[in-house]
């Protein structure tokens, strides 16, 4: 059984620019959540994704967007980066009526 | 909204001291919660969690945790602790017919001392 996987690992962008970052689910599982970490916080909640529509967000501005694809992966896409942006970008995977979401390692953002 | 606290920031322990860590969340309605650990260079790991029934819940690698309703609080224990545990542990919570969306405590870094 394949587990959450995300890419890139890390970028680095500067301020304005847009970023993609991308997420495949658990085998099996048909939806996705992502959230933001910031250096020393807990995980931040955005978006969840579920059947390719968004399915509740978060607190985060809408430069922040997604997408799912019929095989349940999943995009998060920032707009006009900030230095407030860098992270760690956590994709989480679940079966829409599971209450337990599996993480993936993450995509470290940082914004110059 | 709701809103998980965890007061230790940081905890620093000798091997096979005592471990607990507190949270306190707050939302009245039903609540799952869970307890998570991430250990240096690794991802979230799911170390227990606690949907409805007996209270006292056990997880992975020793370590359980209490749910007292009544004080809107699910600490995280374990009797003995091992250098490995070093990492840092993050409670969260959710609630039913939601989104599913997990709300994180801000983490307590445990360091274990050799």
């Known amino acids: 059984e394949t587990g959450v996987t995300q890419s890139p690992t890390h970028l680095i962008k500067t301020r304005g620019q847009q970023v993609t970052l991308r997420c495949s689910s658990q085998?099996?599982?048909?939806?996705v959540s992502w959230y933001q970490q910031a250096l020393g916080q807990g995980p931040q909640f955005i978006f969840q994704?579920?059947?390719?529509?968004?399915?509740g967000r978060g607190n985060f501005p809408p430069r922040f967007s997604g997408l799912q694809f019929p095989n349940y992966s999943s995009e998060l896409n920032v707009n006009a980066l900030e230095l407030d942006d860098s992270a760690l970008y956590l994709c989480?995977?679940?079966?829409?009526?599971?209450?337990?979401?599996?993480f993936g390692p993450g995509t470290r953002l940082t914004v110059l | 909204a709701q809103s998980v606290s965890q007061h230790n920031h940081h905890v620093i322990l000798s091997e096979a001291a005592s471990l607990e860590l507190g949270c306190n969340y707050s939302?009245?309605?039903?609540?799952?919660l869970f307890w998570y650990v991430q250990y240096p260079g690794q991802h979230l790991q799911l170390l227990l969690k606690?949907?409805?029934?007996?209270?006292l819940v056990k997880g992975i690698k020793g370590f359980e945790a209490e749910f007292i309703k009544s004080k809107f609080s699910f600490n995280l224990r374990k009797p003995s602790v091992q250098w490995s545990d070093t990492a840092e542990y993050f409670c969260?919570?959710?609630?039913?017919?939601?989104?599913?969306?997990?709300?994180f405590g801000s983490g307590t870094q445990l360091t274990v001392l050799p």
């Open positions: 606690y949907f409805s029934g007996d209270p």
């Open positions: 969260a919570v959710n609630r039913a017919g939601s989104a599913r969306q997990l709300t």
């Open positions: 939302y009245g309605g039903t609540v799952n």
């Open positions: 989480a995977s679940s079966l829409v009526a599971s209450n337990e979401q599996f």
């Open positions: 085998s099996g599982h048909n939806t």
């Open positions: 994704y579920y059947r390719e529509e968004e399915n």
